[in-house]
């Protein structure tokens, strides 16, 4: 089980690759940018930003 998301945190964080608003998924722990078609994990309430660790989604 992940730990939640901090609120502050979850409205200051970006896409690294295209710089929009994240949103939290917290059934898969997963902060999801749209505009890129990527999803970041969040392990353990720290969210991971690498594109390298992102996971593509279907489109």
């Known amino acids: 089980m992940s730990a939640p998301l901090d609120p502050w945190l979850l409205s200051i964080l970006v896409c690294p690759v295209t710089r929009t608003r994240l949103r939290y998924d917290e059934a898969a722990a997963e902060l999801v940018s749209d505009a890129a078609g990527l999803a970041y994990p969040v ?11 992102a996971r593509r989604l279907s489109r």
């Open 43 to 53: 392990r353990d309430g720290v969210p991971v930003l690498l594109a390298e660790e």
